[in-house]
């Protein structure tokens, strides 16, 4: 079974993974918040190298790209939101849990989107994901009282 489908995983898998990417890739892992938003608003320039690469292999994504790729973005949301790893039963999959300023449960679904954006393009774009949650998030931070 896919490790991402699986509610056995254990969470630290994921981080594990994360670090495989980085290792893989030789790319120091983020260790600010401007590090992290940075990977982020690279995964699009990213998947688009990795098509081109693939392409010209005659390949296609594998799940290991999609788990360690999926993992290091992963790991990004959950460092900028206070997140944690969680199974979402309603979503069948690992995703990036985080209480919103206004304290409600929010997820994202990391490894769902990645696929997404190896699929369909632009359409799917991390970055715009990143973008809608970080508007959202801020939204009812100032709502709430938390921001100027």
């Given amino acids: 079974m ?9 969470a630290s898998f994921f981080t594990a993974c ?10 120091p892992k983020f260790a600010t918040t401007h590090e992290a938003i940075g990977l982020i608003q690279a995964a699009d320039p990213l998947v688009d190298i990795y098509q081109r690469q693939l392409e010209e292999a005659g390949a296609t994504y594998s799940d290991r790209l999609i788990l360690e790729f999926g993992s290091a973005l992963g790991e990004a949301f959950r460092l900028l939101f ?8 309603s979503q069948e999959r690992w995703v990036i849990s985080f209480t919103t300023p206004q304290g409600s449960t929010s997820e994202i679904n990391i490894f ?7 699929d369909n393009g632009m359409v799917d774009s991390v970055g715009f994901l ?10 009812e931070a100032q709502a709430a009282g938390l921001s100027d």
């Fill in 2 to 10: 896919n490790p991402t489908q699986d509610p056995q995983t254990d």
């Fill in 18 to 27: 994360a670090e495989d990417w980085f290792l893989n890739n030789k790319t």
């Fill in 82 to 89: 206070i997140g944690e790893w969680k199974y979402s039963a």
């Fill in 112 to 118: 769902y989107k990645l696929q997404k954006r190896f």
């Fill in 130 to 139: 990143f973008e809608g949650v970080r508007k959202m998030y801020l939204e």
